[in-house]
């Protein structure tokens, strides 16, 4: 009982993070192997993250304790060049705190063929931010005068709670199941003003078009499965691992409110919107992925590869309801229909990494990583499209490993960047005519640019060692 209570003190402890990567599947690494070298562990995960690299591991290794990630401070910077219209330029940048990781592994039987887990962490928190407004006149005349303004914000978090479970069918071959609860949270808010106005008597409105929608959709929780398997010698390893797409929801729900107000003295119209509920029912989806990793040594060093493809999601209803905005106290027509929809496209991640064993107490580690956009959209009502707007996003990272007695410390840094242009419009603020102000225009001309750093410090204690570890791991 011990350990379980160490684990649940440090669960609480475990730092979350701020990040506007909210369309990437390789946004975080975890534990002293899998920073320092970006994820390239697949094939031999010889730590406690083996419960989330590949549970096919989890006996192959000779020492059982618990592995916590505490400090990693992260900057990270976001601009977009023409996201609110040609000429627009956005920068959301933030300081705070990449995921934690805790994890313990110990045996439920007096064997050492059989080896348990169990690990807290987040894999996903993202928090967009963009606000901007825009005041010009609407050529080619000076009689009309426009005004702009938006909010957007688009917040997303994902906590897995897992249990692994490891079967040793010889000293270098394991397999493995870890089975994770999955928590996902999202919300999007959305607050858009254009107007057009008078030049002469700016407080006189041709036309105006004010909208706020905002929704929240949760799930509790999903289950995702992974299964792995491990071969593991002196100077060779090779991985292969399988992730379910989520499944097995308990519960989910969602709510939205939206209110819209149309004015236009041209033809004299006038429109009004108003609404908000909660709804039981939402869907949520995940990808397949498979993962496959390699490593071989010579001499001091080690060699290390990994991948991991993500299978496309079609497009799918997150949420659709069809309500009464007057709850049946107007005579006339009053229902409306809202309903978000979104989709993936299918991602290959590929990482490297370098293992230097200086000696029996400091290991030196370095690692490269890809993190694609799997470019996915979020469209409302079929008119209102948001596609992420961050870029394909490539990591260097580099560091020491460092053991104390029966601890192991591990400090590294992380640098990310990445770079794209082309990108959807999420609309057009500085294009508005009388024509077109009551539509949702944009083009496919935004450029983006991310970059962050992050420095980590990880620990992990082994409290029993079972075997001779393997040459080139602590």
Same mark, same amino acid.
């Given at each position: 009982?011990?350990?379980?209570?160490?684990?649940?003190?440090?669960?609480? =402890?475990?730092?979350?993070?701020?990040?506007?990567?909210?369309?990437?599947?390789?946004?975080?690494?975890?534990?002293?192997? %899998?920073? =320092?070298?970006?994820?390239?562990?697949?094939?031999?995960?010889?730590?406690?993250?083996?419960?989330?690299?590949?549970?096919?591991?989890?006996?192959?290794?000779?020492?059982?304790?618990?592995?916590?990630?505490?400090?990693?401070?992260?900057?990270?910077?976001?601009?977009?060049?023409?996201?609110?219209?040609?000429?627009?330029?956005?920068?959301?940048?933030?300081?705070?705190?990449?995921?934690?990781?805790?994890?313990?592994?110990?045996?439920?039987?007096?064997?050492?063929?059989?080896?348990?887990?169990?690990?807290?962490?987040?894999?996903?928190? /993202?928090?967009?931010?963009?606000?901007?407004?825009?005041?010009?006149?609407?050529?080619?005349?000076?009689?009309?005068?426009?005004? /702009?303004?938006?909010?957007?914000?688009?917040?997303?978090?994902?906590?897995?709670?897992?249990?692994?479970?490891?079967? #040793?069918?010889?000293?270098?071959?394991?397999?493995?199941?870890?089975?994770?609860?999955?928590?996902?949270?999202?919300?999007?808010?959305?607050?858009?003003? #254009?107007?057009?106005? &008078?030049?002469? /008597?700016?407080?006189?409105?041709?036309?105006?078009? #004010?909208? #706020?929608?905002?929704?929240?959709?949760?799930?509790?929780?999903?289950?995702?499965?992974? &299964?792995?398997?491990?071969?593991?010698?002196?100077?060779?390893?090779?991985?292969?691992?399988? !992730?379910?797409?989520?499944?097995?929801?308990?519960? +989910?729900?969602?709510?939205?409110?939206?209110?819209?107000?149309?004015?236009?003295?041209?033809?004299?119209?006038?429109?009004?919107?108003?609404?908000?509920?909660?709804?039981?029912?939402?869907?949520?989806?995940?990808?397949?992925?498979? %993962? =496959?990793?390699?490593?071989? %040594?010579?001499?001091?060093?080690?060699?290390?590869?990994?991948?991991?493809?993500?299978?496309?999601?079609?497009?799918?209803?997150?949420?659709?309801?069809?309500?009464?905005?007057?709850?049946?106290? +107007?005579?006339?027509? +009053?229902?409306?229909?809202?309903?978000?929809?979104?989709?993936?496209?299918?991602?290959?991640?590929?990482?490297?990494?370098?293992?230097?064993?200086?000696?029996?107490?400091?290991?030196? &580690?370095?690692?490269?990583?890809? $993190?694609?956009?799997?470019?996915?959209?979020?469209?409302?009502?079929? +008119?209102?499209?948001?596609?992420?707007? !961050?870029?394909?996003?490539?990591?260097?990272?580099?560091?020491?490993?460092?053991?104390?007695?029966?601890?192991?410390? /591990?400090?590294?840094?992380?640098?990310?960047?990445?770079?794209?242009?082309?990108?959807?419009?999420?609309?057009?603020?500085?294009?508005?005519? !009388? $024509?077109?102000?009551?539509?949702?225009?944009?083009?496919?001309?935004?450029?983006?640019?991310?970059?962050?750093?992050?420095?980590?410090?990880?620990?992990?204690?082994?409290?029993?060692?079972?075997?001779?570890?393997?040459?080139?791991?602590?």
């Amino acid at each position: 009982m011990r350990i379980f209570n160490i684990f649940l003190v440090l669960a609480f =402890l475990s730092s979350t993070a701020y990040s506007q990567t909210d369309a990437h599947y390789w946004s975080h690494q975890f534990g002293a192997h %899998g920073l =320092l070298l970006n994820g390239a562990v697949i094939s031999s995960a010889l730590d406690e993250t083996s419960i989330y690299y590949n549970p096919g591991s989890i006996t192959l290794d000779g020492n059982l304790g618990f592995a916590f990630s505490f400090i990693s401070p992260t900057y990270s910077n976001l601009s977009n060049e023409n996201f609110l219209g040609n000429g627009t330029s956005l920068s959301d940048r933030g300081l705070g705190f990449s995921p934690g990781f805790l994890a313990v592994r110990f045996r439920p039987f007096k064997t050492d063929k059989i080896v348990a887990g169990v690990a807290s962490f987040k894999r996903l928190k /993202s928090n967009t931010n963009f606000d901007d407004r825009i005041v010009d006149n609407i050529n080619p005349t000076d009689v009309f005068v426009f005004r /702009s303004d938006l909010k957007f914000n688009r917040k997303k978090s994902e906590d897995w709670y897992g249990l692994a479970l490891g079967y #040793k069918i010889n000293e270098n071959l394991g397999i493995g199941i870890s089975q994770f609860s999955v928590w996902h949270g999202q919300s999007l808010e959305l607050d858009f003003t #254009k107007e057009i106005l &008078l030049s002469r /008597s700016p407080s006189s409105i041709v036309q105006s078009w #004010k909208s #706020k929608f905002d929704y929240n959709l949760d799930v509790h929780s999903g289950w995702i499965s992974k &299964l792995g398997l491990s071969y593991v010698a002196d100077n060779f390893g090779i991985g292969l691992t399988v !992730t379910t797409p989520m499944y097995g929801v308990v519960r +989910s729900s969602a709510s939205y409110a939206i209110d819209d107000q149309k004015l236009s003295i041209i033809d004299t119209s006038f429109q009004v919107i108003s609404n908000r509920a909660s709804l039981d029912d939402a869907t949520y989806k995940s990808p397949l992925s498979i %993962g =496959l990793g390699i490593d071989f %040594g010579f001499g001091k060093y080690r060699f290390f590869a990994s991948s991991e493809y993500f299978r496309n999601i079609e497009t799918y209803t997150l949420f659709s309801d069809t309500s009464d905005t007057f709850d049946g106290v +107007s005579i006339g027509e +009053s229902e409306y229909t809202i309903s978000l929809t979104s989709g993936n496209e299918h991602v290959l991640n590929v990482a490297f990494g370098i293992e230097y064993l200086k000696n029996d107490r400091m290991t030196y &580690l370095w690692g490269f990583r890809t $993190d694609f956009n799997q470019s996915n959209n979020l469209m409302i009502n079929q +008119s209102a499209e948001y596609l992420s707007s !961050t870029p394909d996003i490539f990591h260097i990272s580099g560091g020491v490993l460092k053991t104390f007695g029966s601890s192991v410390f /591990s400090l590294g840094v992380d640098l990310s960047y990445g770079k794209a242009t082309g990108g959807r419009q999420l609309t057009d603020l500085s294009n508005i005519t !009388t $024509d077109n102000i009551f539509t949702f225009s944009g083009d496919d001309s935004v450029e983006s640019q991310y970059y962050s750093i992050s420095i980590f410090l990880t620990y992990d204690f082994i409290f029993e060692r079972i075997a001779s570890s393997r040459k080139h791991q602590h």
